[in-house]
């Protein structure tokens, strides 16, 4: 039964954090492939699912954000597009049990639409491939995250939409323009709330970016512009350069602080992005409660 994301959102839905950070955490070097690991190393893989289960995400994503063919290509792995993206899939699907959610995460190509770059067909057979071996290997759902240019996140939900029945959100990175409420394209949320209705998107929402109080105003535009569920991943503020390491100054307590105001602005999911950990999580689900 295909899940219906109006009805699931009707109460507050917490989902899960990081997972580049942390399997960066678990020995991953930075620069390399995370998607190689859904085969060269599934348990690494398998604890970044299972520690969000156990902090209380009810919906978890699936280590697939760069399993696409342009993206596996500079790693040597184009071919393995479809194998990675159905390991990726199953090992989350192990991890949640019956109990959790699985949201199949694609990310962009890296390819600028408007610069020509890639014929639209050849992008969208490659968001057609990562979304097909996605559903087979049992996802709830897809959430396409991280977009900054409107017209790539148009080509890939018009994909998804056509080789799947999976539910799809669509999600951009707001944190550019004056009040740091634009994609680094120039998008608004009005904007990607106007196609993701026209393109039948089952949900619309932010992820990465600045911080959460950031995605409070980018929620409360998007609630404006329309009536689907809305999806936030903000992440852990914004990173800073400490003992040549990238380190998220944002705590789970303070970042737990704004949930109330993502959900009056209108989030019906919430979660974090890069910085964001399972006590991330655990905090966020504890001031969900609170809100209940």
Same mark, same amino acid.
């Given at each position: ?13 917490? %989902? ?19 998607? @190689? ?27 697939? &954000?760069?399993?696409? !063919? &342009?993206?596996?290509?500079? +790693? ?26 699985? &949201? ?7 390819? #600028? ?9 050849? *992008?969208?057979?490659?968001? =057609? ?6 559903? *087979? ?12 240019? *409107?017209?790539? #996140?148009? #080509?890939? @939900? ?5 080789? %799947? ?9 707001? =944190? ?10 120039? %998008? ?33 535009? @998007? ?8 999806? %936030? ?14 380190? &998220? ?11 109330? !105001? *993502? ?16 006590? +991330? #999580? !655990?905090?966020? !689900? ?7």
């Amino acid at each position: 039964m295909t899940l219906d994301l109006k009805v699931y959102s009707s109460k507050v839905r917490v %989902t899960d954090g990081a997972w580049g950070t942390q399997l960066q955490a678990r020995g991953l070097p930075p620069g390399a492939c995370p998607e @190689l690991w859904n085969v060269e190393n599934p348990r690494a893989v398998e604890a970044v699912a299972q520690s969000y289960v156990a902090a209380g995400s009810e919906i978890i994503i699936t280590n697939t &954000f760069g399993g696409n !063919r &342009f993206v596996l290509g500079s +790693h040597g792995a184009a071919a393995r597009t479809a194998e990675l993206c159905r390991a990726g899939a199953a090992i989350s699907r192990k991890a949640a049990g019956k109990g959790v959610k699985v &949201f199949g995460s694609i990310g962009p190509t890296g390819k #600028i639409v408007m610069m020509g770059e890639v014929p639209e067909k050849e *992008l969208a057979a490659a968001f =057609a491939e990562a979304a097909t071996a996605i559903e *087979l290997a049992g996802a709830d759902a897809i959430v396409l995250e991280s977009f900054s240019e *409107l017209e790539e #996140i148009r #080509i890939a @939900l018009d994909a998804a939409k056509r080789a %799947t029945k999976l539910p799809v959100v669509a999600s951009m990175t707001f =944190a550019s323009g004056p009040d740091k409420t634009r994609s680094m394209m120039g %998008t608004s949320p009005a904007e990607l709330a106007k196609l993701a209705e026209e393109e039948g998107a089952d949900a619309v929402g932010a992820n990465c970016g600045i911080g959460p109080e950031n995605y409070v105003k980018v929620a409360a535009l @998007l609630r404006e512009a329309t009536g689907l569920p809305i999806w %936030t991943k903000p992440n852990a503020g914004v990173p800073k350069i400490a003992g040549g390491k990238t380190v &998220f100054p944002m705590g789970p307590a303070e970042f737990a602080s704004y949930v109330s !105001r *993502l959900i009056e602005a209108g989030a019906n999911f919430i979660g974090g992005c890069c910085g964001t950990t399972p006590e +991330h #999580i !655990r905090a966020i !689900r504890e001031a969900v409660k609170c809100q209940s």
